[in-house]
Every structure is written in structure tokens, then in C-alpha cells.
């Protein structure tokens, strides 16, 4: 937004007290035929009105000149005016996988499993549970200990792109199964959420390195994020390959990209290369990071209880999104995560990591096992 200095320079606004003053000493000087402007008179009940449309109209003005330059746009204005850089804010998609459903006995009779079928989460320390829609019928067949099953997200968003052993749960009894379970690269296609201002800002400002006669970093990486699911995309052009080659490293919603993603991560950065480049879009690689500390607290909750509140804190802090420094963890950021998020943890004390973690920029540092000593004051 622009800053109060800028639009009180640009458009004034004045309090309607301070201008209604202005206007009867202006109107006093030139002798106006009216000399009543007590409050209660006719002619000031006219002027009060008159001064507040004034007004409106001036904090209109600013809005709109706020909203007219995109490095200070928000909402709706901002995908006017992006649309100036042909550019559209990307909008959110519904996460696609396959869930795993299996048995013990093979010999047991065929299981069919219909679609539209509901798999679900456990809920969480909060009651909450997402769930997710069968897409295509299977069958277990019989002879067969598993098949996997193609689902959907209830609704769009990156919060069910969950990790593995999440989705363990089905809505209605599915007689003749013994397991539900997601497996590690259970995802096939990643759940977005619509793009943010300052996504649709930055893509929109980078549209300027187009311009350039031959592609650039900005110009691969501005490619790469107009894709839906792509979180985050690098590009490394000093020819990590060999003369001419460029390696766009793309980071999804989920961590990993899929193999589709990247898919579509490759059409569009060969829509913008030059006629020599070699180019090669990889993911980057999710490294899981075990956390064990020991929590002091004065929380009269059981321990299981506290242990549940700090796993879903750190979950958190390692989640897959925009603004973190994917390659880096510091001792400072769980001790203030857990003292934020927790307020009766009076101390915490890490045991691993035993010191900061800096990887290199391709590494996503994800949450791997947990392991909380509750100890009371």
C-alpha cells in the first residue's frame, strides 16, 4: 500500500471538521449572502452533506490511485491490473492421488470399491478430518492383497497434500479390507491454493525480463510459477550441464514435484527457450529431519496430550509454503515456534538437530520423526 505521507501529498483529506472550517472562513472572506453557519441551520445541514460526499470521494480517489500501479494492487484490482502484463492469478485445485487399500488373505472374495466413495484422516488435535473422494471404481480382486485407488480432495487447497500413513481411514465399512493407507509418493497431482497478492504481484513485475531477446533466470523461473501447483521455482543458468543447458528446479505444493508437474513445468519453459538451449526441469528433494526435545510446561494436560499440541507446532513450522527458506532449520526457529504456539511451555530444550541445518537450495527440509519429553515444573 502506499504510505499515509505519499497520498496526503498526492490527495489530502482532511478531517471534515478541519474542512468545514476552511470552507466558512473561505465563504466569510468572499462575503457569501449567507451568514448563518450555526450547527441546526438549513445551510449548514447543506454544507455538512455536501463536505462528507467530498470526502468519500477523495478516499475513493486514494483507493483508486493506491490500485493503480500493481506493486501496491490488492484483490480484484490486482487481477486487473496483472492482466496488463497478461498475467491471471493462478487459481486453487483439488489435490489427486492414489490410495492404497489391501488385506491379509488374498482368497477372500472380491471387494468393490465404487466411486465416489469417502477415504478420510484421522482427526486432529483440533477434531479435524479431510476427506477424499473415490474418482475411478476399483475391485480387489480376488487373489489380490492390494489395489490402489484413485482419489480427490473434498475441496481445493496444499493442506491435503498429506504426508504419507494420513489417509488411513473409510467413511463406510469396506468388508474384506484390513488396511488403508497412503503410500510416500501417494500424490499424483499436487492440491493448490489460489495464488496470493504478492505471488501474482511478483510474476506480474517479472514479466519485464519477456522483454529480454533471450531468455534469462527471471524469464524460466516467471514460466515455471505460472504452472498450477508449482510453489516455488529456481533456475540455474551457468551451465550446470555444459555449455547452453539451464536446470529449472521446481518446488511444489507437496514438496516433491510429481512427474506430471513437471510435465507441465516442461512445456512451458520450451515455449520461452532459445533455439540452443538444453533444458532440464528436475524437482527438488524433500530430506525428512527428526526433532527430539523435551518440553518444560505447567499444562495440567496429560503427556500425550502436550506431545499431540507440539507434533501439530512443528508440522507447522516445516510445512510446504510460501515464505519459508525450504534448505535451512535453525534451533531458534522450533524453540520459537513451540514458546509462540504453546503458551505454557516455559522451556524447551532440543536434542536433534544438535545444530543449525543450511542445505543446498534444491533440498526441501520437511518434518520427519518426533519424539517430546514432557517434564512439569
Request: net charge negative; glycine share 8%; proline share 3%.
Amino acid at each position: 500500500m502506499i504510505d499515509k505521507a505519499t497520498l496526503d501529498a498526492v490527495l489530502p483529506l482532511p478531517e471534515l471538521e478541519e474542512r468545514r472550517d476552511e470552507v466558512v472562513a473561505k465563504l466569510k472572506q468572499e462575503g457569501f449572502v449567507v451568514t448563518n453557519f450555526h450547527s441546526g441551520g438549513i445551510f449548514y445541514t447543506l454544507l455538512m452533506i455536501v463536505l462528507r460526499i467530498e470526502r468519500e470521494f477523495k478516499q475513493f480517489l486514494r483507493v483508486f490511485l493506491n490500485n493503480a500501479f500493481v506493486t501496491h494492487a490488492s484483490g480484484a484490482w490486482l487481477d486487473l491490473k496483472a492482466g496488463d502484463y497478461s498475467k491471471k492469478r493462478k487459481r486453487a485445485q483439488k489435490a489427486q492421488g492414489l490410495v492404497t487399500v489391501s488385506r491379509m488373505n488374498p482368497e477372500e472374495d472380491a471387494v468393490k470399491i465404487e466411486k465416489g466413495h469417502v477415504f478420510k484422516t484421522k482427526k486432529d488435535i483440533n477434531g479435524e478430518e479431510l476427506r477424499f473422494f473415490v474418482i475411478e471404481a476399483k475391485v480387489l480382486q480376488k487373489g489380490a492383497r492390494a489395489v490402489d485407488v484413485l482419489v480427490e480432495a473434498e475441496v481445493e487447497g496444499s493442506r491435503y497434500n498429506v504426508p504419507e500413513g494420513q489417509i488411513t481411514r473409510s467413511l463406510t465399512f469396506l468388508n474384506g479390507v484390513d488396511a488403508i493407507t497412503n503410500g510416500p509418493d501417494w500424490i499424483t497431482r499436487e492440491g493448490s491454493d489460489t495464488e496470493d497478492d504478492d505471488g501474482l504481484k511478483t510474476r506480474s513485475l517479472r514479466s519485464w525480463s519477456e522483454l529480454a531477446a533471450r531468455p534469462i533466470e527471471d524469464t524460466f523461473i516467471n514460466a515455471a510459477e505460472s504452472v498450477p501447483g508449482v510453489l516455488f521455482a529456481q533456475a540455474d543458468c551457468q551451465h550446470p550441464r555444459g555449455q547452453g543447458t539451464v536446470d529449472v528446479i521446481v518446488t511444489g505444493t507437496a514438496g516433491e514435484a510429481t512427474e506430471g508437474l513437471l510435465a507441465e513445468v516442461q512445456k512451458a519453459v520450451d515455449k520461452i527457450a532459445g533455439p540452443y538451449d538444453n533444458i532440464l526441469v528436475r524437482s527438488s528433494v524433500t530430506v525428512p529431519q527428526d526433532i527430539e526435545l523435551t518440553v518444560t510446561t505447567t499444562d495440567v494436560s496429560d503427556d500425550e496430550e502436550v506431545e499431540a499440541k507440539v507434533a501439530s507446532i512443528l508440522t507447522g513450522l516445516l510445512a510446504v509454503r510460501k515464505g519459508r527458506k525450504f534448505y535451512e532449520l535453525t534451533l531458534s526457529d522450533i524453540n520459537h515456534a513451540i514458546r509462540n504456539g504453546y503458551a505454557a511451555a516455559t522451556n524447551v530444550g532440543i536434542t536433534a538437530p544438535a545444530q543449525d541445518i543450511k542445505l543446498d537450495k534444491d533440498k526441501v527440509i520437511i518434518l520427519g520423526a518426533v519424539a517430546v519429553t514432557v517434564r512439569r515444573e
